[in-house]
């Protein structure tokens, strides 16, 4: 799908149920690739990014306990780890620097979330036993 991403690895899932996402869905998950999963590969110095949540169906979603209005269900989401460039909260305040565009990055204690939803709202936020907070913290 772009030089160092695959449609599996934006596809796989641990829940054992279908989750080949629609033609419209597939669409936004090859408008995130490039440049945004591209840009995230570069800011972290092309240090290998393991995806461990890309596109996920509303069903498989919701086994998980995944926000109901989840990016992830759109095809604009990705959770990841990149252990090789640092810690997720290393990740998490890198990209922050250095990303353009993005919707969301959210620093979830054992992984690094990226949002490239078309609003660009640019949230930087870490989420906590109680919630969200704003930044990396």
């Known amino acids: 799908m ?13 829940v054992r149920k279908d989750n080949t996402p629609p033609p419209v869905v597939l669409q936004n998950i090859e408008s995130i690739l490039s440049p945004g999963c591209e840009e995230i590969k570069k800011a972290l110095d092309l240090k290998p990014v393991l995806i461990n949540s890309g596109y996920r169906s509303p069903e498989i979603n919701k086994a998980i306990g995944g926000s109901k209005n989840s990016a992830h269900c759109l095809g604009y989401a990705v959770d990841f780890i990149s252990p ?50 704003k930044g990396i913290v």
């Open 2 to 14: 772009s030089p160092n991403f695959t449609y599996a690895e934006l596809t796989i899932t641990s």
């Open 84 to 133: 090789k460039y640092g810690t997720p909260i290393q990740v998490a305040e890198r990209l922050s620097q250095t990303l353009k565009k993005f919707d969301q990055i959210i620093y979830e204690g054992t992984w690094v979330h990226v949002s490239f939803d078309p609003r660009n709202r640019k949230q930087v936020l870490t989420k906590t036993k109680d919630g969200y907070v």
